[in-house]
């Protein structure tokens, strides 16, 4: 006769404690049963990690055990005797989960179970956010430049019809200011300043996190409307090119391919699958359109077309009077600005595991901000999170999923190229509210773990999910969680627990913690489905958007 049939289930205590119930050994990590003589039982194994109010019976198939490469201190493995404790074991269960029906009724009644359908990253980043105010900022941009257009075409607005190069300019302005760091860094500063106050209202707050957050959809349009101004004054040209030099008409035409050429490699598709190719053309070739437009302007001003020889004759003083002058300096020093902050700087870089790398830098930064770094600065750069204490040193937590990534914990450099201007971004506006909950997975925690560390405006409450976090992040990211309040942290290692429900845990705990906002950072897919959870039940979300 068999034996009778084991049992495997799998515990999280309320203080983010994970452990197995295991009596057979196909688990490389059970404890081997002891003598027959002696009869032992486990015992616990307390960890700092803050789950929820109750523990969670998450049962298993004996057929599944964890994978890992070595031993996971997140959990412990007991060893019973399933004949003795099988029945109260079953009874405990059935206890448990009356009970965590009983308390989740709220939530599960707020937030109905919605199983969206797979798709792809850049369908869910692209078509399945609705409409959102970085679509409507590219509208608003691009309706009130076609409506000046046309009224310049119809004749209702000569100024539009003489000064179309001037409108072109004035766009180009526009987008780069939305993408300059350092203006940004103001604005950022400026906003929660002036409105991170108690008494400033939430829909204000949030109105204004949501327009921060999509200016890039500003520089979208205004990059389209620049090249449609362009094109407008290319045509009133050539029907008038008797009163301007073939120069001076050579010169547009090439700054107007590569505008467009720019404008297309920025196209979503071909930036979501080539993005090197993506930023190096940005650049390079915004680069070469600033070097010709500054001679456009140059020749245009310096032009006599009446004369009888054509000549080009400039004076400082006929230069200094026109806008168009103004308006190009005005983008020439905005894109200089944050390259006159590129250093190279020694760092040290650890690699826990084969899925993410620690870069630490000397100095310590204040917490929300973000920093670029690069192997060589006119090739790429790459954007991560500052994890800062805000005193001696910072650092970076770079998850494996790209060439230099990867390139980072099998070479790991002993310098790298770094902006010393470090720029805001969506986590910086945490210090508009006054409670928060932070929803992270992977190494998305990244961002948020200098709130953790730094006094901050914002009492903060922190969900990380993650998988075997010790053993991929390692002891130290650990360690930092570790350092904030036990009572506003949930840890889930879904190695141990499981894969969860991110978008209803999410939910679950802004409404335990009362917060005001809740700020996530995930993949596309999983940033979506919080985003749609908290707006169901009317608590404002924001998380990252596909021009971040």
């Known amino acids: 006769m068999e034996g009778p049939e084991m049992k495997i289930a799998r515990f999280s205590s309320c203080r983010g404690v994970a452990f197995e119930i295991n009596p057979n050994r196909r688990n490389p990590f059970a404890i081997g049963s002891p003598p027959k003589q002696e009869e032992r039982i486990g015992t616990w194994l307390w960890l700092p990690w803050t789950r929820t109010s109750s523990f969670k019976v998450l049962p298993q198939p004996h057929t599944i055990s964890p994978t890992r490469s070595r031993t996971s201190s997140h959990f412990c493995d007991i060893d019973i005797d399933a004949d003795d404790v099988e029945l109260e074991f079953i009874a405990e269960v059935q206890e448990i989960e009356k009970q965590e029906k009983a308390n989740g009724v709220k939530a599960q009644k707020l937030l109905p179970k919605i199983d969206p359908p797979r798709r792809s990253r850049l369908s869910i980043i692209l078509l399945h956010q609705g409409f959102t105010v970085?679509?409507?900022?590219?509208?608003?941009?691009?309706?009130?430049?076609?409506?000046?257009?046309?009224?310049?075409?119809?004749?209702?607005?000569?100024?539009?019809?003489?000064?179309?190069?001037?409108?072109?300019?004035?766009?180009?302005?526009?987008?780069?200011?939305?993408?300059?760091?350092?203006?940004?860094?103001?604005?950022?500063?400026?906003?929660v300043k002036s409105i991170g106050r108690p008494y400033v209202s939430l829909r204000i707050k949030t109105a204004t996190t949501s327009f921060l957050q999509s200016v890039g959809g500003i520089h979208s349009g205004c990059g389209v409307s620049a090249i449609a101004w362009l094109v407008y004054s290319l045509v009133v040209t050539l029907k008038n090119k008797d009163k301007t030099s073939p120069v001076i008409i050579g010169v547009a035409f090439t700054i107007l391919s590569l505008i467009l050429l720019s404008s297309l490699a920025a196209f979503p598709l071909l930036r979501h699958l080539h993005h090197n190719v993506f930023e190096r053309t940005h650049r390079f070739a915004g680069w070469m359109a600033l070097i010709l437009l500054w001679l456009f302007i140059l020749l245009s001003i310096s032009y006599e077309p009446d004369s009888d020889s054509h000549i080009y004759d400039m004076t400082m003083s006929k230069v200094v009077k026109k806008q168009e002058f103004w308006f190009t300096l005005a983008i020439t020093v905005l894109i200089v600005i944050p390259w006159l902050s590129i250093r190279k700087v020694p760092v040290s870089v650890s690699a826990p595991s084969s899925h993410a790398s620690i870069i630490k830098f000397e100095g310590g930064v204040q917490a929300g901000l973000l920093g670029r770094i690069s192997p060589s600065p006119l090739s790429e750069w790459h954007a991560f999170g500052i994890i800062s204490d805000g005193k001696k040193e910072h650092m970076m937590l770079a998850g494996a999923v790209g060439d230099f990534t990867k390139s980072l914990i099998s070479t790991p450099p002993k310098h790298l190229w770094v902006r010393t201007m470090h720029f805001a971004g969506l986590p910086y506006l945490v210090n508009l509210y006054q409670r928060v909950l932070l929803v992270a997975t992977g190494s998305g925690i990244c961002v948020f773990l200098s709130f953790l560390l730094q006094p901050s405006k914002a009492d903060v409450c922190l969900i990380w999910v993650a998988k075997d976090i010790e053993l991929n992040f390692g002891k130290e990211i650990r360690d930092l969680v570790n350092k904030h309040s036990k009572e506003k942290v949930i840890v889930h290692d879904t190695a141990i627990s499981g894969r969860p429900n991110v978008a209803e845990m999410s939910v679950t705990a802004a409404i335990r913690w009362n917060v005001e906002v809740v700020i996530v950072t995930s993949n596309p897919e999983g940033s979506r489905d919080v985003l749609r959870a908290c707006k169901r039940v009317n608590i404002p979300a924001f998380g990252p958007i596909w021009d971040s």
């Not at 900022?137 to 076609?146: A, E």
């Not at 003489?162 to 760091?181: H, V």
């Open 134 to 191: 970085y679509k409507g900022l590219f509208l608003v941009c691009m309706t009130l430049n076609v409506v000046a257009l046309a009224l310049s075409a119809a004749g209702y607005f000569p100024y539009g019809k003489s000064r179309a190069t001037l409108f072109s300019i004035g766009n180009i302005l526009a987008l780069t200011l939305c993408r300059s760091e350092a203006v940004l860094r103001v604005i950022f500063w400026l906003a």
